[in-house]
């Protein structure tokens, strides 16, 4: 089984038009996205609509929740243009996102729980980081009685192995599946990430779960270019190209 996990979108169709070409070239099983469909760029309901279409299971992240939020309640300002180009059918669409997804899959001897969230167990704003104090880091596991964490919201991808120690030589794992429409650790292009799971996979091995992070290309000079000659701020089109 392999399982494409895409996230963090930011309502950049040209970038989400190519993750989608490369997860067809890549014999995946099965996809999801971790959530942020729009924000910071230009077409979010053409995002949305490509996530319906596909009927792909999809989270509420924090700037799906806003921008159901400025619906309700209402904003002019330009900072919230982003968000008010969202459609009101899209924003229905959005405003029914789950927080979690949470999936089993049965090895040879175990049964290997996976819970998908877009920052961590308790919160869609909260950054699941890379360098995390490990007690901490396994205190979420433990709590959430999950193996493997996936999740988005920082844009930075990262596959950690941590030694669960409520069982020796056992580990879990933390896997962040970048971004699509938005990186922020320096590499422009599209992110996303690939679970392989079979029946030989194996917790209590550090190489137990296989994770593969693909990079997608696409044209982000003109998307950028589309961003300055919008009513949305010029650096959003700078954060596109330098990825920050």
Same mark, same amino acid.
């Given at each position: ?136 880091? =396994? ?83 003109? =998307? ?21």
């Amino acid at each position: 089984m392999r399982i494409a996990i895409i996230s963090d979108i930011h309502a950049n169709f040209p970038a989400l038009e190519q993750t989608l070409k490369s997860i067809e070239q890549q014999n995946i099983d099965a996809v999801y996205c971790l959530g942020d469909l729009v924000g910071y760029n230009l077409c979010p309901n053409a995002v949305i609509n490509e996530i319906r279409k596909r009927h792909i299971p999809t989270l509420a992240g924090n700037h799906d929740v806003k921008a159901v939020q400025i619906h309700n309640e209402g904003s002019n300002d330009s900072e919230s243009y982003a968000y008010q180009i969202v459609g009101k059918e899209q924003i229905k669409y959005l405003s029914a996102l789950p927080a979690h997804i949470k999936l089993e899959f049965q090895t040879t001897d175990k049964l290997i729980k996976i819970l998908m969230v877009h920052g961590s167990p308790y919160s869609n704003t909260e950054y699941l980081l890379e360098d995390k104090k490990e007690n901490d880091f =396994t205190a979420i596991f433990l709590d959430s009685n999950a193996d493997i964490i996936i999740c988005g919201h920082s844009h930075k991808p990262y596959h950690r192995v941590l030694e669960n120690p409520n069982k020796k030589g056992g580990y879990f794992h933390a896997i962040n599946a970048g971004s699509v429409g938005k990186p922020k650790d320096g590499n422009p292009k599209c992110c996303y990430a690939v679970l392989t799971m079979d029946k030989s996979s194996n917790l209590s091995k550090k190489e137990g779960v296989q994770v593969e992070f693909i990079r997608v290309d696409y044209d982000i000079e003109k =998307t950028a270019m589309a961003i300055e000659e919008s009513p949305l701020p010029n650096v959003y089109a700078l954060m596109l190209r330098k990825a920050y």
